[in-house]
């Protein structure tokens, strides 16, 4: 008889620890429902952020301080928040996959809105609007177009909006973690092309000189916005507040001429 008590009691335990742990798995499956509850309790909100993406978001020559046009506007929608902005830094091709686990909160770097990506996060308002460019040296004369990349070796971030469009091109990826490089490679011809924002590419230009040239895309306009884990339908919300209400006092506005001379915000 006591040996079937013993018995009866060990299945009871088991299955009483069994039942605790399947709660404990609810609860963790559901803590990101409640993100902007986390992030108004903890004061800040985290982007990732590339830090060399020059002008949306870079290090300045002589402060050393992380600035930009995406950096501006993600402050601000902090703000607006209740809470402040803080940057974890690192490879663009980190920084989703970095979303996915909870390093941070969302991403302020140019993040194209893309069915693929969708699927995976949920998306702000966007509040950036552009197209894509082809940035060749200024001696080639074999590509005037996007059809003219096949075959051809493309500079690269490989998981970017325009790694993504050069592949789908039929070009041949070589892999970069940044635009400049990138850029320095086309012009010394060990790849013969690289795709990017056509307002990242002419701030470059700007200040570095290199021997290259920049044909358009306008059939590729693109919109980023700010993605966020999927299921806080709350924070996207509330940032969208935030954009809504930039937009209509003027903030957005102001804080893209102050960095493009012009509005990309519409």
Not at 2 to 19: D, E, G, H, P, Q
Not at 83 to 103: I, M, N, Y
Not at 134 to 140: A, G, M, P, R, Y
Not at 243 to 248: A, G, I, V
């Amino acid at each position: 008889m006591k040996r079937w008590s013993l018995i009866l009691i060990t299945v009871l335990s088991m299955i009483l620890l069994a039942a605790c742990g399947q709660v404990k798995i609810v609860d963790q499956s559901s803590s990101t429902d409640h993100l902007l509850d986390q992030i108004k309790k903890r004061g800040t909100i985290r982007f990732g952020t590339e830090g060399t993406y020059k002008p949306f978001s870079y290090h300045d020559e002589k402060t050393k301080q992380l600035v930009g046009f995406d950096i501006d506007v993600a402050k601000e929608v902090a703000k607006r928040l209740g809470v402040k902005a803080q940057f974890v830094e690192g490879p663009w091709d980190t920084l989703l996959s970095s979303l996915s686990v909870g390093r941070f909160d969302s991403v302020a770097n140019q993040v194209g809105v893309k069915p693929e990506r969708m699927k995976k996060f949920d998306f702000s308002k966007p509040y950036t609007v552009s197209y894509a460019v082809l940035v060749v040296h200024k001696d080639n004369k074999d590509i005037h177009g996007l059809a003219d990349i096949k075959g051809k070796r493309a500079g690269q971030t490989p998981t970017s909006n325009y790694g993504q469009m050069a592949q789908k091109a039929g070009a041949n990826l070589v892999s970069y973690e940044d635009m400049m490089t990138a850029m320095r490679d086309v012009a010394a011809k060990r790849v013969d092309v690289s795709i990017n924002d056509r307002l990242a590419v002419a701030e470059m230009m700007k200040t570095v000189k290199l021997p290259v040239k920049v044909i358009p895309i306008p059939a590729e306009k693109g919109i980023s916005a700010f993605p966020v884990p999927k299921g806080n339908k709350d924070l996207v919300a509330a940032i969208n507040r935030a954009l809504d209400d930039m937009r209509k006092d003027g903030t957005l506005a102001k804080i893209s001429e102050k960095w493009f001379g012009q509005d990309i915000t519409k």
